[in-house]
């Protein structure tokens, strides 16, 4: 039989402990493992960015895919230049831009790859990003102010009308350097990826960079790139 004994100073010796529960008959063996598992603490840190670099969001509504792939039952084979706002994604309040959170926890995983510890695995299982969305705003805290990018890349269409292979125009929402956003990391145990490693975590991930066209993803536009303004514990 296998035990697990968590010692206290006034629970009596572990060897007395390990005998009650395993027993002192002959035909139960006196062998026992024992396993100390400490409570695990846990730290939040708060985290202040700004953009060195535009921001590109490409997220595409089931229409404007239809439009570009060619699928659409309208006919499609062409992009709608007034669909652009709909390529970003919104607070709750549906006015204010927002990154996921899952963009910046992915960034310090790639970050991980200029820096000796922590490792990506540790970063991986112990580390999050507090809020699911992230408000992206201006130097002076408000909503910051998205434009239409039409110089971004052209796609060709793929589908059955319209054409295969004629390059067609996407035009996304772009916030311009200079976009602020802050976040809280949760470090679910300091153990593995101690909080004095976070500011340096961060400003790898700003080299990686979040969105549409981040260096982390072999883009030669190098968007979505951050410095680190802030840290502090949360």
Known sequence: RMATVKT????GSIKNRVREIVGT???????????????????RVKVVIEGTSPLMWNILSEKARDSIS???????????????PKTAYYMPDGKTPAAL????????ESG???LKKPRRSQVSLVVWI????????????KAVKLRCDEDANWVRQKGRMGGDGIPVPRYRAVADAG???SFTVLIEDVSVVSPSFIPGLVARAGMCGVGEGRPSKGSALGLGRFRLVSVESA
């Open 70 to 84: 060619g699928t659409s039952a309208e006919g499609g084979g062409k992009a709608r230049k007034e669909d652009w």
């Open 130 to 141: 507090v809020e699911n969305r992230v408000a992206i705003l201006d130097a002076n805290g």
């Open 101 to 108: 959170g899952v963009w910046f926890r992915k960034a310090m």
């Open 8 to 11: 206290s100073r006034n629970g």
């Open 25 to 43: 008959g002959s035909a139960v063996q006196k062998r026992a493992v024992l396993t100390a598992i400490p409570d695990r603490e846990t730290a």
């Open 112 to 114: 991980t790859r200029m």
């Open 179 to 181: 976009w602020r956003a």
